[in-house]
């Protein structure tokens, strides 16, 4: 409480005085990109922006549509390298690095020592969000990915049974579409057949033998009997896609669990966003469970903004000022029970969050403890760029072949992998 007292105050002070040369207007501005345009992600960003105006800095809205930031990162590089970034963009994991290296980014170190990141984020996450032991980005929120939605009217319709391991999960598959209601929510988009595909992967391999696969790049367990499995299981799940060949966004798919059209959609919590703002009952109209046999896991993307070199003071100032207002309790609360996600500082209390945020933070805790929290692959926060489109390319490929060969399918990947590492 005092910490956050402590940090209201130092906000006004610096506030003030980065805006004093406003004399009432806003003579700072911010352009920030970012790829949030769901009806959720839309409202979250409102909170940034409306914390940014209360502070004499104008917010210009840098919005890429598109799920997972594909689109996004395209228009990005587009930008810097025509000399003209925009002063924040969201910006994750390894990619931090790699933006880092070319030396686009400015040093956030002033504003992480007068907040103490270094004591609120856990070590996990602060690492990716420093180069060379200076702060280059800061983190808005941690999203658990290896979630299992699940429509509670459907299932009581057709006496289904909330799935624990996979067998259970194809039983009740078969038994919701016997019973005449839609399956499963999934858009065929190549980063949603991945998110699902790693939190089957996870289930198969553990949280060692994801590292090993998708991290080190070891050969003999990406062909492994479990990632063989894997595509095994993906596959299976073909047949119970609502609109298998729609390349429909994620939100649309999640709008069918909400509206009775899908019994179930596997995705991380943003789509909780989606169910809150349809005032939906979380826990009770729409519950989550842990993906079959991940319960024990926890596959995160933390959302985070990097700041890019620029040269006017004003907009220095306005940057450090946004570093600092996405770091403060305000935002990160206010942020994150709208978006779905929870908190990345280790202060907050989840008064006022749903029950989804509370067991995501209960599971991050503990995966922390017992080493079972891994980056997540589509989202990019494992790899490089070029990886994590090898991953993409090779899932995808085989997702869209009828009877393609799972093992067959480990081999491509293996091979793909280590060519693009
Ligand atoms: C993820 C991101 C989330 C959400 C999602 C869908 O990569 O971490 O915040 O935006 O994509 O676009």
Redesign the pocket.
Known sequence: MIAHLKEFVIACVLSAFWSTSALGQPSQSVEVLH??T?GS?AKAVQVIKQMMEAQGVHWQDFAVPG???ENAMTVLKSRAISGNPPAAAQI?GPALQEWASLGFLTNLDGVAKAQHWDKLIPPLINQDMKYHGHYVAVPV?I?RINWLWINSAIFAKAHAKIPKTWKQFFATAEKIKRAGYPVLAQGNQDWQTTTVFESIALSQLGAKGYRQAFIEHIPKVLTSPAMVRSFAILQKMHPYIVHPNNHQS?NQATAEVIHNQAAMQII?D?ANGEFLLAHKKVGKDIRCVPVPGTAHEFIY?V?SFAMFQLTEPNDIKAQQLLAHTIMSPQLQTRFNQI?G?IPVRSDIKLTGFDSCALKSEKAFKQSLKDHTAVPSIA??MATTNYVQGAILDVVTNFFNTPNASPKKASEKLMRAILAAS
């Open positions: 790829w949030w769901s992600e799920g997972a930031g994750k929120n999203h994620w991380g943003w993307s959302d978006k996600s989202h990019g």
